[in-house]
């Protein structure tokens, strides 16, 4: 089910996935990413491209769909973790608003239509 749920991000335009640890931050945009998974390793983008990410399948054990206030809007993500609760990688949502702020429905239906296949909390 994990591959499937990042399939289905990686196929939406304009989420930034990112994975984060205490010296450095990765961010990829989603556009036209490919994803593959051999083994335990599931990799988004080319291997041969200027980036891309391998993400080990065994160590992500749940994911949360967020809709997180701001001071000025609502962020909208899907955040993997591993067995302790730390957070492996993040798909964030973006350009989620117009330039009057303003939430573009049709952006929030592709992300509430992804939270309805999978529920709110997902175990793996």
């Given amino acids: 089910m994990l591959f499937e749920l990042l399939s289905d991000i990686v196929k939406i335009d304009d989420v930034l996935l990112i994975t984060k640890n205490i010296g450095a931050t990765c961010e990829i945009r989603s556009n036209s990413l490919t994803i593959k ?10 291997n041969d491209g200027p980036a891309h990410m391998h993400i080990n399948s065994e160590m992500i ?7 997180e206030q701001k001071p000025d809007r609502i ?5 993997f973790f591993d067995i302790d609760n ?17 939430l573009i429905s049709e952006r929030e239906s592709l992300y509430n239509s992804l939270n309805e296949k999978y529920f709110s909390k997902i175990k793996f």
Avoid: C, L, P
């Fill in 75 to 79: 962020s909208f993500s899907v955040r």
């Fill in 37 to 46: 998974q051999k083994e335990k390793w599931i990799t988004i983008g080319d």
């Fill in 61 to 67: 054990k749940s994911a949360e769909f967020v809709k």
């Fill in 86 to 102: 730390h957070r492996i990688v993040a798909a964030f949502f973006t350009k989620m608003y117009d330039e009057s702020k303003n």
